[in-house]
């Protein structure tokens, strides 16, 4: 054999063995969000990935971007990869029943977060927000601002989203029974903060009269106050949802009123220490449906919170 070929058969082999020495035994959790471009579902995978690694786990993150089909295929490639865990915020309450279903069946344990499922007993947790309750605490906000009257339009999230139905009913739970408010304008945006500022310049043209806008979501809310700037009107008193930096910074500066904060990393980081605890006991010790509330960002709290968390400590935090 000619020095060369017995060289190059050396290398192969050593990498070969590095290879075996350098594998991962590390248990898998696989990660899927919505979307990693939306900083909220950014903030889910990232606190979820972080709280695993620092607990000992190997962490694949995806993203179905609201597509049931895609989170199809990401599960499919969770459970061929034999993953421990999955932690999801899954693409629809009723589409993502059987793909929860089927990961649960090859042994993985599911833990889902910010939006539930419609069935119970597959899923080991589902951890949400209550987003019943941040939308009162919003549009009681958002009625104060007002001062109890006057006209307002509403810019709602994406239509077949179960947490864009549930803030809209909360918002008008409140604001429907304050005789001086009337809504004359709502449109859904789907999340979008381009799309919120094409409505929103729509509606604006449309009811010169508008004095307030209330929006399921802080990208929207974004998009609608970078509208009324651009309009040059003033005195439009808007309110998101989620608790975002971008909102808060925005909040700040006195061009957004209030926001709801979804605490997204909280959340995160509770599924993946209930998947430990589950992995290593068998048990997360919590019941399976865990609802978490939101607090109320406005001006006089707002540096309380940044990356979709709130900075000082509370009770929830203290339980961990």
Not at 67 to 93: C, E, K, M, P, W
Not at 134 to 159: D, H, I, Q, S, T
Request: net charge negative.
């Amino acid at each position: 054999m000619k020095p060369r070929t017995k060289h190059l058969l050396g290398l192969a082999l050593l990498v070969m063995l590095t290879g075996c020495r350098a594998r991962d035994t590390r248990k898998l959790v696989a990660i899927i969000v919505p979307s990693q471009d939306n900083p909220y579902f950014a903030a889910e995978a990232n606190a979820a990935a972080q709280r695993a690694t620092e607990l000992g786990y190997r962490v694949r993150v995806d993203s179905h971007n609201d597509d049931a089909y895609r989170q199809d295929n990401l599960i499919d490639v969770a459970i061929a990869s034999n993953a421990a865990v999955l932690i999801l915020d899954n693409a629809g309450t009723d589409a993502s029943i059987s793909a929860v279903r089927r990961a649960a069946k090859a042994g993985i344990a599911c833990f889902l977060i910010d939006r539930e499922i419609a069935a119970k007993g597959i899923a080991k947790a589902q951890i949400i927000s209550d987003n019943d309750q941040g939308a009162r605490l919003v549009a009681a906000e958002f009625a104060r601002a007002l001062n109890l009257k006057g006209n307002y339009a509403e810019l709602l999230g994406r239509e077949s989203d179960t947490n864009a139905q549930v803030r809209t009913k909360g918002f008008h739970a409140v604001l429907d029974h304050d005789p001086g408010l009337t809504l004359v304008a709502a449109q859904s945006a789907n999340w979008s903060q381009a799309e919120a500022f094409e409505k929103t310049e729509t509606m604006l043209q449309a009811h010169g009269d508008i004095d307030g806008i209330i929006a399921g979501n802080d990208t929207m809310a974004l998009g609608a106050a970078a509208a009324v700037k651009s309009s040059g009107r003033t005195g439009i008193k808007i309110v998101g949802f989620d608790g975002s930096p971008d909102a808060i910074a925005a909040i700040t500066r006195g061009e957004i009123q209030a926001t709801a904060l979804q605490p997204a990393v909280l959340i995160s980081r509770m599924a993946m220490d209930e998947a430990d605890r589950f992995l290593k006991t068998g048990s997360t010790g919590e019941p399976e449906m865990q609802v978490i509330p939101c607090d109320l960002v406005t001006k006089a709290n707002a540096a309380d919170y940044a990356g979709f968390e709130r900075i000082t400590k509370n009770a929830i935090e203290e339980k961990q």
